[in-house]
């Protein structure tokens, strides 16, 4: 591949997430989530794990912002704790949470890093979950309320936000498979809950703007490249069946006002308890794309599924992340390109990256070889997608430190950062260096 330059003003970053990370799950007022009370209930999370220390970055948060510095990012992708805001998820603002925030996003613009903020990446207060979580409608116009608190607050130094991250992981892991808090098992209610997220997205949209202090607001979308399993006109068309249901649901929705034809017998629009003025609410154009994409999808057409008609095809023989999940490099770029001739907005890359289970060497060094190459190969596939028009404006490798994996525990480590547990100490591994070298050339060598 020959070099390729990326230009002037491209946001070269890293992402995490507060319960991923932060650890002091009751400190400073902070309010029981759901994934707090998820992992402490035996037999959902392997090993036992759980983020009641995590990276234990709520106290170490200079450090990492030192880590950071030294990579030379140029922005920082974290995700603020609805809980250490609103202790019960609405009513009285708990000071102590926001202070955190402030601290953070004052050492970042202190290093000359962009903090680029996602108001919900999942740790749902633990009180709103008791009254239903996103199963009642209610949550929606307390999360709104939560999102304008905070855009108010750190609005005069933060200008760009992110409303969720992967509304479709969140719903279907949650309250369709179980294996995410609330770990719910309840398809009927799965599919309630994405109307009431849509709904949510829209009014926090509003909310966010109404402060008036925001320039950009966005959703951090997971998205798969989706591919048929054959060249059929049947597994074509459940392909894009899929596309619509996995990487459009909350993205059509919010854009457009519709939902997107995924379902074979049509949007079950009765099930999901969608009422007439819902949609006006539901559409509120967002500023940019974010995509969050690890790997691609393989489908075929299955006449046995009443829902989407699709069956997900295991390629046998792929390379493959220790987390099981096939590279495909090219599916960034085919995701990319879908949305950008689709929508036409700015795209954020907001999460890409890998697990893989590398430690120190005998000399202390990591030599992650495997997620060097990973990242060289993605990376230069969001550099194809901007040769061939896309208007690509950033990339947050996920993620900055090895961290809490949701159901896998501490088992998958995706951290540019090894952190070793027992001592918190952080070793940047051959792919930080490898990072930090090409933000500073700016260029794919
Ligand atoms: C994404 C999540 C993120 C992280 C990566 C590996 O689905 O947004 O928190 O767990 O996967």
Redesign the pocket.
Known sequence: MPEIDFPKGFVWGCAT?SY?IEGAWDEDGKGESIWDRFSHTPGNIKNGDTGDVACDHYHRYQQDVALMKELGLKGYRFSISWPRIFPEGKGQVNQKGLDFYDRLVDELLAAGITPFPTLY?WDLPQALQDQGGWANRDTAQHFADYCAAVVDHLGDRVKDWMIF??PW?FTVMGYMTGRHAPGIHDPAMALRATHIVNLAQGLAVRAVRATGKADAVGTAF?MTGVYPASESAADRAAAERLHRFNNLWFLDTVLNGRYPEAYVEGVPLERMDVRPEDMDIVKAPLDFVGI?L?SRTVVADDPQDRNLGVRIVRVPDAERTDFDTEVYPEAIHQAIMRIWNDYRLPIYVT?N?C?YGDGPDDDGTVNDDRRVDFYHRYVGQVARAMRDGADVRGYYA??LLDNF??AEGYSQR?GLVYVDYPTQRRIIKKSGYWYRDLIAANRLQ
Request: charged letters at 20%; proline letters at 0%.
């Open positions: 997430a991923q990446h991250n992967e992981v997971s969050n690890y999460e990256g697990s996920w993620s994996e949701w995706f």
